[in-house]
């Protein structure tokens, strides 16, 4: 399974865009992208999922480059109740059945 | 739509004792998984029923740890006896059979503490 390196912690201001990069440089052709959000005391939660290019909901903004080496989650417009940890999961293909393989994921601070 | 839900919430035990932790999920869901993070470690995949099947038990660190789904329905984590590294928040999610791959819900964990 792909490893994924994101940054252990940002910080941000309310109403500002953000944007947390995470690398897979041995992501295989199969593999997908996931992201979960996760705030104390809580169980992780889907945010978006992508294959390539661009994803979009209601909650983010994916960005997947050509060679799907590296990816990019977006928020925008953040608040104070954005701040949680961000996980970036790759490698989560039909077959393995929803088998989910978490790194340390990236401790976002949203400031007043 | 109740989310998946567990119990109990926080549990504190001695070595040597047995716990049980049980998780609803969400109606309709056929795939269960339990995962688990141990202090200061990274959330780990334990183990995956298919309905009342467990279909991926790899991430089971013994056989100290019993999960259990009968009637494929709710489930349940055994630890018999607990030690001391067992301790941690223990996450169950579930998915539905042909949902995305990748969307597991969680239920907001048990804590299970051993002293």
């Known amino acids: 399974l792909a490893k994924t390196t994101q940054p252990i912690s940002m910080d941000s201001y309310e109403g500002q865009e953000v944007n947390i990069t995470c690398s897979h440089n041995n992501i295989a052709t199969n593999d997908y992208i996931t992201w979960y959000q996760q705030f104390p005391s809580q169980g992780p939660r889907f945010i978006i999922q992508?294959?390539?290019t661009k994803v979009t909901n209601e909650v983010a903004s994916l960005f997947i480059p050509a060679d799907r080496k590296s990816s990019t989650l977006s928020l925008p417009r953040v608040s104070l109740s954005d701040t949680a940890v961000y996980y970036c999961?790759?490698?989560?293909?039909?077959?393995?059945?929803?088998?989910?393989?978490f790194g340390q994921g990236t401790e976002l601070s949203v400031k007043p | 739509e109740a989310g998946v839900t567990q119990f109990p919430s926080h549990s504190v035990i001695e070595k040597g004792q047995t716990v049980t932790l049980r998780c609803d999920p969400i109606s309709g869901h056929d795939n269960l998984y339990w995962y688990r993070r141990v202090m200061g470690k990274e959330i780990k995949f334990l183990l995956h029923?298919?309905?009342?099947?467990?279909?991926?038990e790899s991430g089971m660190p013994n056989n100290r740890f019993l999960a259990e789904r009968t009637g494929g329905t709710y489930s349940t984590l055994k630890v018999q006896p607990a030690e001391l590294e067992d301790s941690g928040v223990y996450f169950c999610?579930?998915?539905?059979?042909?949902?995305?791959?990748?969307?597991?819900?969680f239920g907001e964990g048990s804590r299970l503490t051993v002293l």
């Open positions: 029923f298919v309905k009342e099947s467990k279909q991926d």
């Open positions: 999961l790759v490698g989560v293909v039909y077959n393995q059945g929803g088998k989910l393989i």
């Open positions: 992508g294959y390539k």
């Open positions: 999610a579930s998915r539905a059979t042909g949902g995305v791959v990748g969307e597991l819900f």
